[in-house]
């Protein structure tokens, strides 16, 4: 089996190309994050198979970029262990990557089961039908860099730190890292030619992103109606980063699992450098300048009011040290790249084209920069 390089970007052109005519196996593909992964995956002319609920409305990145008709589509939810694994036994993949997921902090609040059913045992059913199709070869397990037990420290978490979490959906996500370890330790360690792995990354943004409560979008939502932008914990800081900086992460990982399962497994964090967090205020600010104009206000909670974490770092040591990873975009150039997004299908631009040109310059920038040194 080829080599697989290490650099100091995400993986280079050259590394990525191996995926062409593999098979892929991706949950969640109807998902912001997922169908990203999809169109990559599909751009670098792998074969791809997902499952997922059907798309959240016409709006959504799925149903725009008419994913249904590029890559193999089966509605399905993660919960029903027959349907998944009927379609991953069908689909033969080499590659499996999890994304399914109930994603939404204030969602998990109003349905805590729906939650802790669908990233909990949804995930149990995932690990069950990767140990049962034999063609797998590399399972990215994708949760969240709110499955640590915040505590609201100054520095960064590392994947050894403690799990746990106040919210519903924080908490789901360090039970599905657990899960992770048990399934680990106990079926797919042991099975030959099987790499697996759990990636956390920090708060996503791009192009696409539909859902309510959260940042980006609710300001584009605001900014598109020409109504003020509302925050409501301005202080809040998070470790920001654009949609296909894990990715690429994630593309990379995959890769050495297949090449070298036992020293790529346990857990990875993807998030910005840890010395570039930015606050919610700053970031709906650069958001405003980025679109051209509009306004924010401030309607911040008083009284008791559900938990929202306001501070939140991830330490990337480990995943640039050991697989080479290292962020091609810096805050201000993922705010950019996001609100430039918006702002031309705002005003009638493609959606599959602007998608696949932001692929091709964020793969041509990381390229530069890891040839820069």
């Known amino acids: 089996m080829e080599d697989v390089v290490t650099g100091e970007g995400i993986p280079s052109i050259g590394t990525l190309s191996r995926f062409r005519g593999k098979r892929i196996f991706l949950t969640g593909d109807t998902g912001f994050k997922g169908s990203w992964l999809a169109l990559w995956l599909t751009e670098l002319g792998a074969q791809v198979s997902g499952y997922a609920l059907p798309p959240d ?3 959504s990145h799925f149903e725009i970029l008419g994913l249904s008709k590029i890559i193999h589509h089966v509605d399905g939810d993660i919960r029903d262990f027959n349907g998944l694994y009927a379609a991953m036994a069908k689909a033969k993949p080499e590659f ?5 997921a109930q994603a939404l902090v204030r969602r998990s609040y109003a349905d805590p089961m729906t939650t802790f059913s669908t990233n909990v045992l949804g995930s149990v059913h995932v690990l069950e039908a990767v140990r049962h199709v034999d063609s797998v070869q ?3 397990y994708v949760t969240s860099d709110k499955c640590y037990w915040n505590k609201e420290w100054s520095w960064s978490y590392r994947e050894t730190d403690e799990l746990g979490g106040h919210d519903p959906y924080s908490g789901s996500k360090a039970a599905a890292e657990n899960v992770f370890r048990a399934y680990y330790h106990s079926y797919l360690s042991q099975q030959p030619g099987l790499g697996s792995a759990t990636v956390r990354a920090g708060n996503v ?7 309510p409560d959260r940042l980006v979008p609710d300001c584009i939502r605001a900014l598109s109606k020409g109504e003020p932008i509302v925050l409501r914990n301005p202080a809040a800081t998070r470790p920001w980063q654009f949609v296909l900086e894990p ?3 994630y593309l990379l990982l995959a890769l050495k699992l297949r090449k070298a ?3 790529f497994a346990g857990s990875w964090n993807f998030g910005p450098r840890s010395n570039v967090t930015r606050t919610v205020d700053e970031i709906a600010k650069r958001i405003v300048e980025r679109w051209g104009g509009g306004d924010i206000r401030y309607d911040i909670p008083t009284g008791h009011t559900q938990r929202e974490a306001t501070l939140l770092q991830l330490s990337i040591d480990k995943v640039c040290h050991e697989i080479g990873w290292r962020p091609v975009y810096n805050v201000e150039e993922c705010i950019d790249e996001t609100v430039s997004w918006y702002r031309r299908v705002h005003e009638g631009g493609s959606v599959g084209d602007l998608s696949r040109l932001q692929i091709k310059a964020f793969m041509e920038a990381a390229a ?6």
């Open 57 to 59: 409305g016409p709006n």
């Open 96 to 100: 499996v990557f999890h994304l399914a």
């Open 138 to 140: 590399s399972l990215v």
């Open 205 to 211: 943004v791009g192009g696409g992103d539909t859902s």
């Open 247 to 249: 990715l690429g992460g």
């Open 261 to 263: 399962p036992a020293r």
């Open 368 to 373: 530069r920069r890891a040839g820069s040194g």
